[in-house]
């Protein structure tokens, strides 16, 4: 790690909202173990745009003390595992027997497994740097290469067996090919002495109190053989006996792998490597790991795999009983660096709720946590030190991994996300893009373009989370007259969408106010509560595609991708859906022909009758771009919505999303009123009474507070709110 290039301080709550009598625990590093300050900030706007609304911050007592001890925490990255066996020095022989498929050739070593103490301070481990095999002793510099090699992105069975006459390894190629395609050394300058003192084994990697050499590939179904010392004394050849033998196909929600010789013996997953992926038994018959155990008996290990960065607590917070929900960060200090840790007060069972909710789209900040676009330099860098924006980005720092927008080092897409880890994509002040005419902000702190305009506007409100909703389904909405999304909802499980429709269905109000929502399903574990999983099956736009026979998801079970395949288009959530995306600009809005009926008159008083509707803003220059939605009955949007208005001129770098079509240039579905490259803003109401308005464009919110917030967007959106408030 480049220690130029980490933070000299940063950190992470665990968990991410807390009601009040509620906790919340901050885990900071902070470089030379500098002691820290804190103060509980309200975030209000987070734009650092001179020429924007400003930032704006309320401080909140939360008793913090004057200052706190503080440490410098390490991240380590890469999966594994790790768990205790018999100690093998009571044995005359031992055997390791295991599948293996490298997926990335390194100079850098790769434990495949190591037979070790605790500590990984004694014992012996099989390590392959670039395509070759070494025998590494541990505690020493001493390394024998083994002679045989493997290959990229094949199965090989290994057979590594220690006595005391030395160790033989045996490579045989993956099962398809010819039985006597083995390659087969011994060494007699290595023997199963090495082994004094190991009662660990750890597969993909060493274990040394974290995971050191990680593994890119994936291993199946290891099993480990002893020969006993009577056994060895009375026999020719020695007779090898199972002693541990790991089922690695098993449940693949569980966070540790079972011995099947003694189910209590288990090995723990450091780090969550990814489960529920082919094994050198698939037959391409089977789609469905929970059908096919055996076909999917492997489990596929990252070097840069990290789910739990396990940091001790720095600071504790316990939520007064006063305090108002509400978005908030801890601003940290230790003398030579600042952060501010997000976080959120969500009402509490005695608090008095107030009329309007704002979800936090939380699942999505994580989909996109720590995403490396490789667009920090030049000019956006520029920006960030000259608007003293959040100075640290994924493209110099990844010792707090990935997004799942990214790429392991093997090339395969990363599908699982964690929160208990810096998430530096979720800062106040954080630059997304260099936006000639905005701020370049996306998620996090763009939704505090609606959190600012609300308070702007007087709109008291209550704050929950994606994960609050998850727990608690609709009983965490229905309180509530009007339910606001942020500017990209994208991501969300079963029980999110289901209660969106039913709450709405019931006679709440939802107000869609992004783009590209309700688009991917993400698994979720109710113990692993921390994580998310996204597998990127089928259609839609995609960074990478989930393999074939690897669309249902490890944590839950569930068939993953697009929510439009899995039977709940966005549309029958919010009335619209992805239709187009372009560059991070933005264009205006017309009002439809529909638009002047006189019980629609209400949305568009204040606005003149034939201006452009949102042709300015902080996001993209204007309030419908860069991921664009439509409304489509044939996907679920409701007969009582009325598309109000739609968007035009937008630029040729717009495209129409791939599971929009049949065949280039040939749309699935019936034709649209106002399709083509075009947003579609919605509003309606139901017979029971639950009512429904979509701007359908990512940008809408950067609009908010142009020219004092006083402007049509601005007013298109206080009239349809004060309209839902006062109807209920």
């Not at 608690?472 to 499980?493: F, I, K, M």
């Not at 771009?625 to 044939?634: C, L, N, P, R």
Request: hydrophobic share 35%; glycine share 10%; proline share 5%.
């Amino acid at each position: 790690m480049n220690g130029q290039k980490i933070p000299a301080l940063v950190g992470y709550v665990e968990p991410l909202s807390a009601a009040p009598g509620g906790s919340l625990h901050f885990k900071i590093s902070s470089r030379g173990d500098r002691p820290v300050t804190g103060r509980a900030l309200r975030l209000i706007c987070c734009d650092p745009n001179p020429d924007g609304p400003g930032i704006k911050t309320e401080e909140a007592d939360f008793g913090l003390a004057d200052q706190y001890p503080a440490m410098e925490q390490q991240a380590y990255l890469g999966s594994c595992a790790f768990g205790p066996i018999p100690v093998l020095s009571d044995y005359a022989a031992v055997k390791v027997d295991l599948m293996v498929m490298p997926t990335l050739h390194s100079d850098s070593a790769q434990t495949l497994f190591s037979l070790q103490n605790a500590d990984g301070t004694a014992g012996v481990a099989l390590v392959v740097r670039d395509n070759k095999l070494f025998l590494q002793q541990l505690g020493t510099e001493h390394s024998y290469e083994v002679g045989a090699g493997l290959d990229k992105d094949c199965w090989s069975r290994l057979e590594v067996a220690f006595d005391l006459g030395g160790v033989s390894v045996v490579v045989s190629r993956e099962p398809q090919r010819a039985a006597d395609d083995k390659n087969g050394v011994n060494l007699s300058h290595i023997t199963s002495r090495v082994l004094a003192g190991a009662d660990h084994i750890c597969f993909a990697g060493l274990w040394r109190g974290h995971p050191e050499q990680a593994f890119n590939g994936a291993i199946e179904n290891p099993s480990l053989s002893v020969t006993r010392v009577e056994a060895a004394a009375s026999e020719q050849v020695p007779a090898w006996e199972v002693i541990a033998n790991w089922n690695f196909g098993g449940d693949a929600r569980e966070t540790w792998v079972a011995d099947e010789r003694e189910k209590e013996r288990r090995l723990s997953l450091i780090n969550m490597p990814t489960r529920a992926v082919r094994s050198s038994a698939w037959s391409g018959r089977n789609m469905d790991w929970k059908q096919a155990p055996l076909e999917y008996a492997a489990i596929a290990f990252h070097s840069d795999d990290l789910s739990d960065c396990g940091w001790q607590t720095t600071i504790q917070i316990d939520v007064p009983e006063d305090t108002r929900s509400g978005v908030y960060g801890l601003e940290i200090d230790n003398g030579v660096s600042k952060d501010t840790i997000p976080f959120y007060v969500i009402p509490g069972e005695r608090t008095d709720r107030q009329k309007i909710v704002f979800l936090a789209p939380t699942f999505t900040y994580m989909a996109y946590a720590n995403f490396a676009r490789g667009n920090f330099a030049g000019e956006l860098a520029e920006r960030v030190a000259a608007w003293n924006a959040y100075p640290h980005n994924p493209d110099e720092v990844g010792t707090y991994g990935y997004s799942t927008y990214s790429r392991h080092p093997d090339g395969s897409g990363i599908t699982l996300s964690s929160r208990l880890r810096p998430i530096l994509t979720m800062r106040p002040h954080y630059l997304v893009y260099f936006d000639p005419k905005g701020s370049g902000m996306r998620h996090f702190p763009a939704d505090s373009h609606l959190t600012d305009w609300l308070e702007e506007k007087g709109f008291a409100f209550d704050v929950i989370t994606d994960e609050d909703l998850d727990r608690d389904g609709l009983a965490a909405l229905s309180p509530y007259d009007v339910v606001l999304t942020g500017t990209h909802p994208e991501y969300h499980t079963r029980r999110t969408v289901e209660a969106l429709i039913a709450y709405r269905e019931s006679g709440g109000n939802l107000m869609y106010l992004g783009g590209n929502g309700f688009y991917w399903k993400i698994g979720r574990h109710s113990d692993m509560p921390h994580l998310i999983e996204v597998r990127r099956a089928e259609g839609g736009m995609r960074v990478w595609a989930s393999q074939p026979g690897e669309y249902y998801h490890q944590l839950d079970g569930e068939y993953g991708g697009l929510w439009r395949r899995n039977g709940i288009p966005p549309q029958k959530v919010a009335g619209v859906g992805f239709t187009a995306e372009g560059g991070f600009e933005g264009s205006y809005y017309l009002r439809t022909s529909a638009s002047y009926r006189d019980d629609l008159a209400f949305l568009f008083e204040g606005i003149s009758p034939d201006e452009r509707i949102g042709d300015f803003g902080l996001s993209g220059g204007g309030a419908a771009g860069f991921e664009i939605d439509q409304a489509a009955a044939d996907l679920g949007t409701p007969d009582f919505a009325t598309i109000v208005a739609f968007s035009e001129g937008h630029g040729t770098s717009f495209h129409t999303t791939f599971e929009e079509l049949l065949l280039p240039g040939v749309f699935d579905g019936t034709p649209r009123e106002h399709g083509g490259i075009s947003a579609n803003l919605v509003y309606g109401q139901s017979e029971t009474g639950g009512g429904l308005f979509a701007v359908g464009s990512i940008t809408f919110c950067g609009s908010l507070s142009h020219n004092n917030y006083n402007n049509n967007v601005s007013r298109l959106l206080e009239n349809c709110l004060r309209k839902f408030l006062a109807d209920d």
